[in-house]
């Protein structure tokens, strides 16, 4: 039997793979692995870059690429019989992991390959690999004795598992609740889109018998209830269901089931915690810093902190605000939890004039994408569009479209994948994912190498098209969700633009993590600028161009509850920080206990004893953002900065491409070739200043 995930030739074969072929490929690439690193190992030959590290960089590449594909579908496709194949799987790819990377045969050839003669000879980017590989394998434990690597190694595949549990749940209990309003009344203020959409879901809901809406707690349904409903309770209903999910709270049809996070969290914390102390650190942020630009645990948290008190002012502002115009137009003497997001759109109508319904109905998704595309057509002089061999690409969803990226003689730079829309068994939230990496590979049957062209996947978990009036309209974004999509394109982009031909600093790879979001944020900023939104916004009706005085009061709007938002994320990045430094997860301190401490003197909104957010914290519990999520604010600091070098080219001139090419070739085209900071310095010919970001978010004197 032909194996689809066994062909690494053409792009992945999605509408060939099935569960059955998973395990069989797994087998067969794990055979594989480990027969050339016995190989590599047992040579007496001194190690050299074309014999001893690029057999193993092509024949682990071939494993990460098809355990890629099954991770992808497991996110994008969840099933029960994928997710138990899935996890049966997961162990044994960790324990290979594992395994290299405590290997003392291969340790002590890196290093001799480190210390040899030959070592100067060697591209920058081959001699930032061989030092990022010394470093990994101290932090994947080849220095430990034999009976501490395997209580590691037992660590890595327990972390793995929890890791796989938490984001499972967090989809179940996503999936699992809905409510069902059979009385439009109880609807008032929610938009027709909206509506409409819920009503087509309990349409096509075989055990919903009578007519009604449907509302879950995916994103492009819930957040509009939150924001629009002026039915309080229902507000109310929906805010316990999403704010306990995967808690002992939650809120599900079936009482029987649980699928509590909780004591999860509490396992994944204990194994930090000893894997850092086998690693001889005093805790696990210290660990988690080793690869980032930041160098200790106290310097995130004096950066938060300073962030924090020049945000406060903001937030108290933003509060009392949101109190008294609840209090006077709304005649809502307390604010709770579930009213702010009600209140503050009424509040933005009255003091804006607009709504974000009204900015919607111009970000059709077509006009979206051919605006952003635009914008990157003109800053790096290259070309976007449908695949030509599109309709022969296979794909997991029949929503999903792919794309080239061409430069201006024509060649493929790069393709992704792009799958815009919410629906069940699609993990929440906003990502890019590489499916391939660019590196040079030899073509033996040519006779020379060749560039592998990088593609990648853009998922976002935006609303669908929905048939009103018997017609189908496309979907429309909200301007937060064009956000995201610019975020998102953002990390795409240095995946897809890298000019580094070796895997291991291409695109994405080898960056510091705190510096990753860089490019993404970045792109973030375009989306406040009326040469790039005048081309990307048309009415879904008229087809009328975005009024430049609706944008006029969305710019106006732009730093609307800023001071809220920001100490939002701190408070989330500061809980995270001190979980992995001095939260001691064996003693009498609750981790909600710990979340309070820290929300009372930092936030100044506290959400109600009732709120489960650990439960749901899925970026430091199930992704890679483990003592790492200050990353968002740490990189917005150096895309801020960036974006300033943009802006000195003066009021309508942002847009350009001298300025676009530099960026592309000092930032994008490095990857991980070089330390953040000298790309940025490369770049901005300084180091970065906070300046810039306090002024994106409104907080200058």
């Not at 037992?154 to 793995?160: H, K, P, V």
């Not at 935006?462 to 064009?482: C, K, M, Q, Y």
């Not at 080898?510 to 048309?538: I, K, T």
């Not at 992704?623 to 200050?630: D, K, S, V």
Request: proline fraction near 5%; charged fraction near 25%.
């Amino acid at each position: 039997m032909k194996n689809p995930l066994l062909d690494f030739s053409t792009l992945p074969h999605y509408e060939e793979i099935r569960n059955e072929h998973i395990a069989p490929a797994i087998d067969e690439l794990l055979r594989d692995c480990r027969a050339v690193m016995n190989a590599v190992k047992n040579t007496s030959e001194v190690p050299n870059w074309q014999d001893f590290v690029q057999p193993m960089v092509d024949v682990n590449e071939r494993l990460s690429r098809a355990w890629g594909q099954v991770t992808h579908l497991n996110a994008v496709m969840n099933n029960p019989e994928l997710r138990e194949i899935y996890n049966a799987n997961l162990p044994r790819v960790t324990q290979y992991y594992a395994e290299l990377s405590q290997d003392p045969v291969l340790f002590e050839k890196f290093k001799q390959l480190r210390t040899d003669s030959a070592f100067n000879n060697l591209s920058q980017a081959r001699r930032k690999i061989v030092e990022n590989q010394l470093r990994d394998f101290r932090l994947g434990g080849a220095e430990l004795s034999p009976e501490d690597k395997a209580r590691f190694m037992q660590i890595q595949e327990e972390l793995s598992a929890l890791s796989a549990k938490f984001s499972d749940n967090l989809l179940d209990a996503t999936n699992a609740f809905f409510l069902l309003i059979e009385n439009r009344s109880e609807l008032a203020g929610i938009p027709e889109d909206i509506l409409q959409a819920a009503s087509e879901a309990a349409a096509k809901d075989t055990l919903i018998t009578v007519p009604s809406w449907k509302f879950t707690l995916h994103a492009p349904s819930y957040l509009p209830v939150m924001q629009y409903a002026d039915n309080r309770s229902l507000r109310e209903q929906m805010y316990r269901a999403y704010t306990t999910r995967a808690s002992e709270l939650e809120v599900s049809p079936d009482q029987t089931v649980k699928r509590d996070n909780m004591p999860l969290i509490e396992q994944i914390l204990r194994l930090r915690q000893e894997e850092a102390k086998l690693l001889g650190y005093d805790c696990y942020a210290q660990v988690s810093l080793a690869p980032k630009m930041a160098e200790t645990p106290q310097q995130v948290l004096d950066f938060l902190n300073e962030l924090a008190a020049k945000a406060r002012p903001y937030a108290e502002r933003d509060l009392v605000e949101l109190r008294q115009f609840a209090a006077d137009k709304l005649k809502l003497t307390q604010l709770e939890a579930w009213d702010i997001a009600y209140v503050s759109e009424k509040l933005r109508i009255e003091r804006y004039a607009f709504s974000d319904q009204e900015v919607k109905q111009y970000f059709p998704e077509n006009k979206v994408l051919s605006g952003m595309f635009g914008l990157v057509e003109t800053l790096y002089g290259i070309h976007i569009s449908e695949a030509e061999q599109a309709r022969n690409v296979q794909r997991w969803h029949q929503d999903v479209r792919f794309f080239d990226i061409t430069d201006g003689e024509g060649d493929v730079l790069g393709q992704f994948y792009l799958d815009l829309y919410a629906r069940p068994g699609k993990r929440g939230g906003a990502w890019m994912d590489d499916a391939v990496t660019r590196r040079r590979i030899e073509v033996p049957e040519i006779g020379r190498s060749e560039i592998q062209v990088p593609v990648a996947y853009l998922t976002c978990n935006f609303s669908a098209p929905v048939t009103i009036n018997g017609h189908l309209r496309p979907a429309l974004f909200t301007h937060d969700e064009v956000i995201t999509l610019f975020h998102e394109f953002g990390h795409g982009l240095h995946h897809l633009l890298t000019q580094m031909d070796e895997l291991g600093v291409s695109g994405i790879n080898g960056v510091e993590w705190d510096a990753v979001e860089l490019p993404s944020q970045f792109m973030e900023n375009f989306c406040w600028e009326w040469e790039v939104l005048r081309d990307m916004a048309a009415h879904v009706e008229t087809g009328d161009s975005l009024p430049r005085t609706l944008f006029d009061k969305m710019l106006a709007a732009k730093n609307f509850q800023s001071g809220l938002q920001t100490l939002r994320q701190i408070e989330f990045a500061l809980f995270d920080m001190h979980l992995h430094t001095d939260f001691d997860p064996l003693g009498s301190e609750t981790v909600l206990q710990r979340l309070d401490k820290i929300r009372q003197q930092v936030a100044v909104i506290i959400p109600p004893a009732f709120h489960r957010f650990p439960s749901s914290f899925g970026h430091i519990f199930a992704g890679g953002y483990a003592a790492g999520y200050y990353s968002y604010k740490w990189a917005e600091v150096l895309s801020a900065d960036a974006y300033s070098l943009f802006e000195e080219n003066g009021v309508g001139q942002v847009v350009n491409a001298k300025t676009g090419e530099r960026f592309w070739h000092e930032i994008l085209a490095v990857g991980g070739s070089r330390p953040a900071l000298e790309s940025f310095v490369a770049f901005r010919g300084r180091e970065p200043k906070i300046d810039a970001l306090l002024r994106h978010h409104g907080m200058v004197v």
